[in-house]
């Protein structure tokens, strides 16, 4: 009987060995053993975030900057300048040859720095360009041996040389106007105000502007606001 009792002591003490080592908490896996996957971190997500592909700017906007906003009756235009070709651009509600459509314009109209223009391009993803204060030089004269031209706007035709001359004659005579100003004749008094509190080289710059924007086809009113804004926006940039 003594020996019985003894053996299932044994056993019951052996029963409880076992199920202590099955409650025994287990060792936490190494942080890393190349065979379970890890969660998930803040930090993986930092680099997306800083530099996320669905607000970047497209490339080709990286360059050009917005440098007027003129209106019409019936519609309102923005001048675009790229900065690394020195070629403007003029977008409105209807989509121009390369596909660009201005969907809004925002900003203080007072206060031209605060200017922006959402422009639509092409595959329907919108940009938005803000007003900077562009280059002194905004349209470069090319020389060789052949005469001399220059282009304003986009990929329309270059300046002939009439064109390159009348620009820089009427920056000089700039009380009779140009071809391409928008004024159906001499610029009114106000406007022969401002013109004369800018430089021959300002003046002849913004002639050569107006002139690529006619060879790209713009009407009459719409080159005169256009003009009529460049010319404040010089203006202002002298006080």
């Given at each position: 009987m003594n020996w019985a009792r003894g053996a299932l002591f044994m056993g019951l003490c052996g029963v409880v060995t076992l199920h202590g080592a099955d409650a025994m908490p287990q060792p936490p896996p190494p942080d890393d053993d190349g065979a379970i996957p890890q969660s998930v971190k803040d930090e993986h997500f930092e680099e997306l975030l800083t530099n996320s592909p669905f607000t970047r700017t497209l490339g080709v906007f990286d360059s050009i900057i917005l440098t007027g906003v003129a209106r019409t009756e019936n519609d309102v235009l923005a001048t675009l300048l790229d900065t690394?070709?020195?070629?403007?651009?003029?977008?409105?509600?209807?989509?121009?040859f390369q596909g660009w459509q201005l969907v809004g314009v925002g900003g203080n109209p007072a206060e031209i720095h605060t200017w922006s223009a959402k422009i639509q391009v092409a595959g329907g993803q919108v940009i938005t360009v803000r007003y900077q204060q562009p280059p002194k030089k905004i349209v470069r004269a090319k020389s060789g041996g052949g005469g001399s031209s220059g282009s304003a706007g986009g990929n329309s035709p270059p300046l002939s040389s009439a064109q390159m001359d009348e620009a820089k004659n009427a920056a000089v005579n700039y009380k009779e106007g140009f071809n391409a100003d928008g004024y159906p004749r001499q610029p009114p008094p106000e406007m022969v105000a401002k013109l004369s509190r800018l430089s021959v080289s300002q003046r002849e710059d913004i002639n050569k502007q107006m002139f690529g924007l006619r060879n790209q086809g713009l009407g009459l009113d719409e080159r005169r606001k256009i003009y009529e804004n460049l010319v404040d926006r010089s203006t202002q940039g002298r006080r």
């Open positions: 690394k070709t020195m070629e403007s651009h003029v977008v409105s509600k209807t989509a121009n």
